[in-house]
């Protein structure tokens, strides 16, 4: 999959590190390091697939899987380290709403602008297949939260809940992964990557590990400047999660499955979209949460009651509008919509400290 270049965005690498050291204002660094990650997210992305095609279709889907929300980890273990587990959960559901209702809804207009005389289709089984699975791993999500609002618990069980439900979503997602490689491709859709590499081996072990190193230090700088930042700017650090911490790891991936979009490819930007959702919910969350035990820094999986009702009413949504195999430009006009009332929701009201 041929991704947008964004290299050009390489050059806030040194300016982010000159304003580390120089012990610039927080929201410099914070921007700085925000927009560094973007490239390196997407220099990640392209090695991980160029690996893949050395490693054949099936390991390299596995690959594609495994490795497609390196950032979002990386990031996600520096903030969990940090104890900040508001932005860290406000992350989580964060990056499930923008590949939801931002990817698809920039897709679906984008596509729709350029084809705007004909509606764009796509496999409806393949879409329905990856909505049944988002929904169900939403609402292992959901589950826990409503719990613990609806009964006096104790932090233990908490604690014990928590576990449980990641190893539950993360044995679900080591058997949808074995599914996925057992079972025909076009039961998924109809992303592919190229027959031939653009890359040497070297070349790109090489920049999946440089890459990954770098991130994880542009990000040990965006953890430290997450607070003062957004009290510098007046906003709470869990908008700052939900609108800007969960786009940075993912804006490579959206500009592709827009790219996907306007080329009348609708099924590969489809797949991006619910299928990052699904990595999101399955494998990075409960993920984080069995790091952070050997950190004694326990993270839960218990969000917020307005995170909760966000991320099920944007599945509900989406699930709705991708039953029919159609997109038109005035769908993905709605879906941005809905992206914008949440962003203006979470910005103005205050948001209550999770339970």
Do not use: C
């Not at 991704?3 to 410099?28: D, K, N, T």
């Amino acid at each position: 999959m041929r991704r947008p270049s964004l290299s050009w965005l390489l050059v806030f690498v040194p300016i982010s590190v000159a304003a580390e050291l120089l012990h610039g204002q927080p929201v410099l660094i914070f921007v700085t390091t925000s927009l560094a990650i973007v490239p390196l997210a997407g220099l990640i992305g392209s090695a991980t697939e160029q690996l893949a095609i050395y490693a054949g279709p099936r390991i390299g889907g596995l690959l594609n899987a495994t490795f497609g929300n390196v950032t979002e980890v990386i990031i996600g273990v520096l903030l969990v380290r940090a104890a900040e587990f508001d932005v860290v959960k406000a992350s989580l559901i964060g990056s499930i709403l923008g590949n939801l209702v931002l990817v698809l809804g920039a897709s679906y207009l984008a596509g729709g602008i350029r084809f705007r005389y004909r509606e764009q289709r796509y496999s409806r089984r393949a879409a329905g297949m990856h909505a049944a699975s988002l929904l169900l791993a939403v609402a292992a999500l959901v589950v826990p939260a409503v719990f613990v609002l609806t009964t006096n618990e104790t932090s233990r069980q908490r604690e014990t809940v928590s576990v449980l439900v990641a190893v539950v979503l993360i044995a679900l997602y080591g058997a949808s992964l074995l599914f996925s490689l057992m079972s025909p491709a076009h039961l998924f859709g109809s992303r592919q990557v190229e027959d031939r590499p653009d890359w040497s081996l070297p070349r790109a072990l090489a920049v999946l590990l440089v890459s990954a190193l770098v991130v994880g230090v542009e990000s040990e700088f965006l953890v430290g400047s997450i607070t003062p930042a957004a009290s510098a700017l007046g906003i709470s650090k869990v908008f700052v999660g939900l609108f800007i911490v969960a786009v940075v790891g993912n804006a490579a991936e959206h500009a592709s499955a827009v790219l996907f979009a306007v080329r009348d490819k609708m099924d590969l930007a489809i797949e991006i979209s619910l299928n990052s959702s699904t990595q999101i919910a399955l494998l990075v969350a409960p993920l984080l949460v069995l790091v952070s035990l050997p950190l004694q820094r326990q993270m839960d999986f218990v969000f917020m009651p307005t995170e909760v009702v966000a991320v099920t009413l944007a599945t509900v949504i989406v699930a709705v509008i991708t039953s029919d195999g159609r997109s038109n430009w005035l769908e993905g006009l709605q879906l941005l919509a809905v992206y914008v009332i949440l962003g203006v929701a979470f910005l103005i009201f205050p948001v209550p400290a999770a339970p």
